[in-house]
Nanobody, 125 residues
Framework: QVQLVESGGGLVQTGGSLRLSCAASGRTFSNYAMGWFRQAPGKERELVAAVSWSGYSTKYADSVKGRFTISRDNAKNTVFLQMNSLKPEETAVYYC??????????????????WGQGTQVTVSS
């Protein structure tokens, strides 16, 4: 079993930055691909970014490419999401997720079997 705890969410103005962290405990974190998803009210959960177990392979939603960066520190069992140039439409609950069945980043939420409780990100206009 893996437990995931997100932190770093909050209120930021349009164009601002936030860095989300996801601390993992339990089974071997470094064997898992990891992802960040977000869900706004009334909308489906969507992939923001994902990273392979090694950290060398990443995937991003088209809407965040060039502005967001996913990374991981396996020694500290932590995955990060650096978010720059934030937009109001990116207001959502952001979730960290772990995929124990793949060592490459996958884009579908159903591929992930461990989830954090989420952290709220609010971007004011």
């Amino acid at each position: 079993q893996v437990q995931l705890v997100e932190s770093g969410g909050g209120l930021v103005q349009t164009g601002g930055s936030l860095r989300l962290s996801c601390a993992a405990s339990g089974r071997t974190f470094s064997n898992y691909a990891m992802g960040w998803f977000r869900q706004a009210p009334g909308k489906e959960r969507e992939l923001v970014a994902a990273v392979s177990w090694s950290g060398y392979s990443t995937k991003y939603a088209d809407s965040v490419k060039g502005r967001f960066t996913i990374s991981r520190d396996n020694a500290k069992n932590t995955v990060f999401l650096q978010m720059n140039s934030l937009k109001p439409e990116e207001t959502a609950v952001y979730y960290c997720a772990g995929d124990s069945r793949s060592d490459v980043p996958r884009t579908q939420s159903r591929s992930y079997d461990y989830w954090g409780q989420g952290t709220q990100v609010t971007v004011s206009s």
